[in-house]
């Protein structure tokens, strides 16, 4: 009889954790980092294990799940840059060589440890599936699974604190889980218009010993454009958005 | 005030990162540009026609120096839908013929933009069509790049253009419609071809599954009647490939034989190109081009070419008499002599990122190959881009070939050159 108020003790104590809808958590997850459509600027720092840095400015777009557009305002030798993302499709616009390119998500257009698909990031819930959801004290931990090959990283594993829904450390890690590199979720600040998440993104790598990039965010908001600004032929006038 | 410039994060960061938000103000108007300062060293091969068609009356010795710089100049003003742009290019040269400099406008173009789905250009712009990387055979209306640095800006052309994007759901996302009107007279494009015609060309752009294609034409005007179309797609994150095809209609090919009598010949000429970019897992990209020049001169013709230069030097050292040379220069230019002016090419540039953990740090060699003839060029080159706005790039590169071949037959056996960007 006591084994059995055990095991139903326990199924009671298990339940709720097996009752997490990840999928629902993931996109919570989504919404609460992002609005679905925005706008925003970002300071991407990349520092050298000497303290040695080097800085970019970017205006960013965001629209539904699959459509990114982002725009270097800084430093001058990078200023008109863009980088378009449709879904897997990836471009990079240079003023002087005129026309857009293919790009890679592995690729990194401003060097460093984050690459390009950090720097046109969709919505987690849109490349990739929730294989569990742990429990770990006040985070859960979501692992999640790529939808298709064409992801930059196979597996994440983010930890989010449960009564924020926001991320506060995600590792990227190929199919054999191997780290590529980990996500410093930091300082949550409010920027206006119910949105209230990291205004820091940290990132290092095993592959990048000593390295370390930062991405600063500011004046997120939400906003809506046509879905012709996220066209190769736009490409050469994102400033327009601003 | 003061205060509100600034995005402060919480003590713990503040000391390490700030984000000063009068970086992101919009301006109406922009100015920058670009410094650039260019040492080359020259190796020369005095047994080459090209050499002997350019020094054939002076000795400059073994090798030769040159002294390059370069300003380039960009502006922009918007007020409202309008924006005007501009930038233009100045060249320096100290060399051995003495000093030279030029500026060009290379663009300045009124742009208006009524919506996210219609603007309209009017002035000198260039428009740079097509997806290969070394050449682009379907780039009917613009000047023609240097493979040996494809990422170079280009002078424009005067037009007026539109672009019209409509973007749907579903296997087709985007379409996008450009229509370009070119004039040609005495003093507005005249480079471009026949004078006193009004071109008209246009580009259709769909990304479907995928996939970039671009439909391209120029029905006649100043040059002859051409059709193209291009395609980019990546098969994996890491893979692309892209393609370009041109029909050129009627086209005149003009070529002397050794003798120097000139020759004419009109055919259909079909010019293509397939290409790959490929990413390894160690950050290394593979770019790899064929491009078939089929306006391009036949092996056979090109050795007329160079063996009408050599009888043109013969005749040189025996007589004092330049007129053959004359007449060789003057079939070299902007025909024997443009860049790659015969049939079958092999493009390969393979760089490193970040070896060695160098941030900013970018090796590289590119390898390009006549197939036609077996010459080539190899150039290795160390690119350092760590210092904010400066960009350090040291090229050499080795030329080599057979006798009679296009790159054995180059003044130069290697060039060496340093060039430090600045960028404002």
Known sequence: MLKIIIVFLSLLIALPVYAIDGTALLKQVDRNLNPESYESYRKLINIEPDGSKKEFTLFTVKKGVDKVVSLFLAPASEKGRSTLRLGDNMWLYIPNVGKPVRITSLQSVVGGVFNNSDILQLDYAAEYNVEKVEEKGSEYLLYLKAKTKTVAYDRLKIWADKSKKLPTKIECLTEANMLIKTLYFKDVKDFGGGIVRPAVTETDSPLYKGYKSVMIFAKLKAKDFKDEAFTLTFMSNIESLR | ?424
Request: glycine share 8%.
């Open chain 2, 1 to 424: 005030m003061l205060l509100s410039l600034f995005y402060c994060l919480s003590p713990a960061f503040a000391e390490e990162y700030t984000f000063n938000i009068s970086e992101t103000e919009k301006k109406p108007y922009h100015i920058g540009g670009n410094l650039e300062f260019k040492p080359i060293l020259f190796g020369l091969d005095k047994n080459t026609s090209l050499y002997k068609l350019k020094f054939y009356n002076r000795d400059e010795g073994s090798a030769i120096e040159e002294y390059d710089a370069k300003l380039q100049l960009e502006g922009s003003l918007e007020k409202g839908i309008a924006k005007f742009s501009v930038k233009t290019n100045t060249d320096y040269k100290k060399s051995y013929l003495g000093e030279d400099q030029q500026t060009t406008v290379y663009e300045g173009f009124l742009s208006i933009k009524p919506s996210s789905s219609l603007s309209i250009d009017i002035g000198k712009k260039t428009l740079r069509w097509g997806t290969g990387y070394a050449w682009n055979p379907v780039a009917f209306i613009d000047r023609p790049k240097d493979p040996d640095d494809p990422e170079l800006s280009l002078e424009g052309f005067i037009v007026a253009s539109a672009d019209y994007i409509k973007s749907f759901q579903g296997p087709l996302k985007t379409v996008s419609f450009t229509p370009v009107l070119i004039p040609v007279y005495n003093h507005v494009n005249n480079t471009f071809g026949a004078i006193d015609k009004l071109n008209f060309a246009g580009k259709l752009y769909f990304l479907f599954y995928d996939t970039d294609i671009d439909l391209v034409v120029l029905p006649g005007g100043s040059k002859t009647t051409r059709y193209g179309v291009d395609f980019s797609r990546n098969i994996t994150t890491n893979f692309e490939i892209h393609g370009e095809f041109a029909f050129i209609n009627d086209y005149k090919k003009k070529f002397i034989d050794s003798n120097g009598t000139n020759f004419e010949k009109e055919y259909d000429a079909k010019n293509y190109l397939i290409g790959i970019r490929y990413l390894t897992e160690k950050d290394a990209t593979y770019i790899l081009e064929y491009y078939r020049n089929g306006a391009g001169f036949t092996s056979g013709e090109m050795r007329d070419y160079f063996g009408f230069i050599n009888k043109g030097y013969d005749s040189y050292v025996s007589t004092g008499s330049n007129a053959l040379l004359k007449k060789a220069s003057t079939v070299t230019e902007g025909n024997y002599g443009k860049l790659n002016s015969m049939r079958d090419y092999l493009y390969l540039r393979v760089s490193q990122k970040e070896p060695f953990d160098i941030l900013y740090f970018t090796p590289s060699v590119t390898l390009m190959a006549n197939l036609n003839d077996k010459s080539f060029s190899f150039s290795p080159e160390l690119l350092y881009t760590g210092i904010t706005n400066l960009e350090l790039r040291l090229k050499v590169a080795f030329i080599a070939g057979e006798r009679l071949s296009e790159y054995g037959e180059k003044q130069n056996d290697y060039r060496a050159e340093l060039r430090a960007r600045y960028y404002f």
